[in-house]
């Protein structure tokens, strides 16, 4: 279960119990904190604490007194200006900590981003316990035949059947031996620290996860993209949805400039000047290799 009862417990505690504050406090996220949105068949994210909102942007680029908008079209315009141009430090006085419980191959990948402060649920200490992700059919894929590091075709009837028994058997009997091999009756038992390592990477660990929203969008960038593995993207995904609400305009231009955007070479941005002149432009004359090309032609023809 993504959630214990006493995990929610904690958390109705603390909605229940509000507190007045005089900082600026974000009514969209205010509605995402401390509840926890399931991911994959055992898996959360769940906003523990923020710092800024829209406004904290603004004020940091004008160095201003106070909140210092002018009104929210200015705020927001502001806002755009900002990301069109890459000036990304008035984006860092935003902060929010995640919690987010996910599988241990997913949050190898999710450490690659190393521009946060993370606290990771400890093995050496604490027994992990019997939950790990077991993907659900549709998504079982073969291995793409055009892509190294993505899927092919969806695994359908005996075949997945016979990888989702696999996934289960030996998830269950690593987990069986790693409590036989910190059991101490009749025996001494081995260090947790040393029985952790025979766990496959599909259990589930928990960290707290503190990131500034610059970093964080270029987190989500990469991995709410649809080329990104779907195991990851699932908690990017939940996540746009809780600085959607937190951040409206920030998150607003960066749908627009980042995630629906696309970044054109000096190659690119003369092939598209010659084209709008009426010029025929083939990958020969473009001055591009053909993994430009496909990319350009990619882009523009989408």
């Known amino acids: 279960m993504p959630l214990t009862p ?14 007045q504050t005089l900082r600026a406090v974000s009514e969209g996220m205010e509605a995402h904190l401390y509840k926890a949105a399931p991911v994959l068949d055992h898996g959360f994210v769940r906003v ?34 900002l ?17 987010v419980k996910l599988p241990v191959f997913v949050a190898r990948q999710w450490i690659r981003h190393r521009t946060a402060n993370v606290n990771e649920y400890s093995a050496r200490y604490s027994i992990l316990d019997r939950e790990f992700y077991i993907p659900r059919a549709q998504d079982l894929a073969a291995q793409s035949t055009t892509n ?9 009837g005996d075949e997945a ?13 690593a987990y069986d031996h790693y409590e036989e091999m910190i059991g101490q009756e009749g025996q001494q038992g081995l260090a947790r620290e040393l029985a952790r390592m025979n766990l496959p990477a599909n259990i589930y ?4 996860w503190k990131v500034d929203l610059h970093n964080l969008f270029h987190f989500l960038r990469l991995r709410a993209d649809a080329h990104a593995q779907y195991e990851i993207r699932v908690y990017a995904d939940a996540i746009c949805e809780m600085v959607k609400d937190w951040v409206p305009a920030a998150y607003g231009a960066f749908e627009d400039y980042r995630m629906g955007g696309a970044t054109l070479s000096a190659s690119a941005l003369d092939c598209i000047r010659r084209m709008l002149k009426g010029e025929e432009v083939t990958q020969e004359s ?4 053909k993994g430009e090309w496909r990319e350009f032609m990619g882009v523009i023809n989408e």
Request: aromatic letters at 8%; charged letters at 25%; one cysteine or more.
């Open 148 to 156: 190294n590091q993505g899927r092919g075709e969806v695994l359908t």
């Open 83 to 99: 990301m069109r141009h890459w000036h990304s430090t008035p984006f860092e006085m935003c902060e929010v900590k995640f919690h």
């Open 6 to 19: 006493e995990q929610q417990a904690e958390i109705d505690a603390l909605r229940a119990a509000p507190r």
């Open 286 to 289: 473009s001055g591009m290799s």
């Open 161 to 173: 059947e016979r990888v989702l028994h696999i996934l289960k058997d030996d998830a269950g009997r």
């Open 48 to 81: 523990v604490d923020y710092m800024g909102d829209d406004a904290a942007i603004c004020q940091a680029a004008r160095v201003s007194y106070g909140r210092g908008t002018k009104s929210v079209s200015n705020d927001a315009g502001l806002i755009r200006y």
């Open 205 to 208: 660990t928990q960290w707290y």
